[in-house]
Nanobody, 121 residues
Framework: QVQLVESGGGLVQAGGSLRLSCAAS????????MGWFRQAPGKEREFVVA????????NSADSVKGRFTISRDNAKNTVYLQMNSLKPEDTAVYYC??????????????WGQGTQVSVSS
């Protein structure tokens, strides 16, 4: 059983920045790839960015490329999502997930509860 807890969401104006954190339980964090997904009202949960277990590989959706950066600190069992140049269309509940490295929901086994990010214009 792995528990993931996101934090750092909030309300920000367009062009602003937020950093989300996801803290994982246990000492097996380094065995998992980590991903961030988001879900806006009425839409499917979509891939945002992922990082391999080692942290050496990352992949991001075209919609956030160049603006969002994922990183991890295995010593702290924590993954981060740095979000810059935020746009209103980034508004969503953001979820972190642990599993196999990929861009599909099906790649991930464990999910956090989500944290709300709202971007105003």
């Amino acid at each position: 059983q792995v528990q993931l807890v996101e934090s750092g969401g909030g309300l920000v104006q367009a062009g602003g920045s937020l950093r989300l954190s996801c803290a994982a339980s246990g000492r097996t964090f380094s065995s998992y790839a980590m991903g961030w997904f988001r879900q806006a009202p009425g839409k499917e949960r979509e891939f945002v960015v992922a990082i391999s277990a080692t942290g050496w590989s990352t992949n991001s959706a075209d919609s956030v490329k160049g603006r969002f950066t994922i990183s991890r600190d295995n010593a702290k069992n924590t993954v981060y999502l740095q979000m810059n140049s935020l746009k209103p269309e980034d508004t969503a509940v953001y979820y972190c997930a642990a599993g196999s490295y990929g861009s599909s929901r099906l790649s991930y086994t464990y999910w956090g509860q989500g944290t709300q990010v709202s971007v105003s214009s």
